[in-house]
């Protein structure tokens, strides 16, 4: 639990200065801020609290595992464990950089990119359009109405189109996110070329 109080006094006595107004938080882990407002002509400033809930996280829409044991095995082939007898900063400098550069490596070495499942999603719109649709079909077929086979053909051609709509969208936000320096891209256009 966590008390908040502004930094400066919010009432204003006769001889005296006090902070009346605070907030009482528990658990709470987004940037906050808390002032007090001189603008009111009595003896008592308002107070503003102020809670930052729109936060944006960066999310990195390329899956990957890593073997753990590939990493060792490789740091095992690769690094010498014997103690470093260096004299100079810049000795040190360059044992840290290709320590460094070794740990990246034995990381690249063993991490994959996981496949994404094969289900795909599909917008709550198009479910309900796809519900919609079979209910009409179902009427269709019961009742033989050419008025329902339009409206049916007309869901259908919806469907499609929304569903060409989606799936164009998300073939873009993976283009977009493929990467020249860790070879998603090139893994990509590989494949793209076997399809081709």
Do not use: C
Not at 36 to 63: A, G, I, M
């Amino acid at each position: 639990m966590e008390i908040l109080a502004p930094s400066s006094p919010t009432r204003f006595g006769f001889n005296s200065a006090t902070i009346l107004d605070l907030a009482v938080i528990k658990d709470f882990i987004l940037p906050f801020s808390i002032i007090s407002h001189p603008e009111l002509y009595s003896d008592h400033n308002p107070v503003k609290l102020t809670f930052q809930l729109k936060f944006t996280t960066l999310r990195n829409s390329v899956t990957t595992h890593t073997d753990w044991t590939k990493f060792q095995n490789y740091l095992k082939n690769l690094i010498d464990y014997r103690p470093l007898k260096k004299n100079s900063n810049t000795d040190i400098q360059i044992a840290v950089e290709k320590f460094t550069k070794n740990l990246q490596n034995a990381h690249r070495f063993a991490t994959k990119t996981v496949k994404k499942s094969t289900a795909t999603y599909i917008h709550a719109n198009i479910k309900d359009l796809i519900k919609t649709r079979n209910k009409t079909k179902k009427a269709w077929q019961t009742l033989r109405n050419p008025l329902i086979k339009t409206e049916l053909n007309r869901i259908e051609k919806l469907i499609k189109k929304l569903d060409k709509n989606s799936r164009q969208k998300d073939q873009t936000k993976e283009l977009e996110a493929l990467n020249t320096e860790d070879g998603t891209l090139w893994r990509k256009a590989k494949i793209m070329r076997k399809k081709a």
